[in-house]
């Protein structure tokens, strides 16, 4: 490897909304980096994502069931193709 063509990696301090810590590598410069979600938080790591899947599922019915109607809506009044001779 060249030397002083590299980024300084060195320890930091990672620090979670929720308020869990924890350490890891990186090359940010500064000692501590804040996020907004870490895996003791995220729903996909806790398993937390009760009411997502029907809350979504209920959502896009409703949005399915506008399009139908207004597909069926405007069925009655469409004219017909020209028959082909």
Request: with cysteine.
């Amino acid at each position: 490897m060249k030397a002083g063509i590299h980024p300084d990696y060195h320890e930091v301090t990672v620090v979670c909304a929720c308020g869990h810590t924890f350490k890891t590598r990186s090359t940010i410069k500064g000692t501590q980096m804040r996020v907004e979600l870490c895996s003791n938080c995220h729903p996909f790591f806790t398993g937390k994502t009760a009411g997502r899947v029907e809350r979504f599922q209920r959502k896009y019915a409703q949005a399915a069931a506008a399009q139908a109607a207004g597909k069926a809506a405007a069925k009655p009044g469409a004219k017909a193709a020209p028959a082909k001779k």
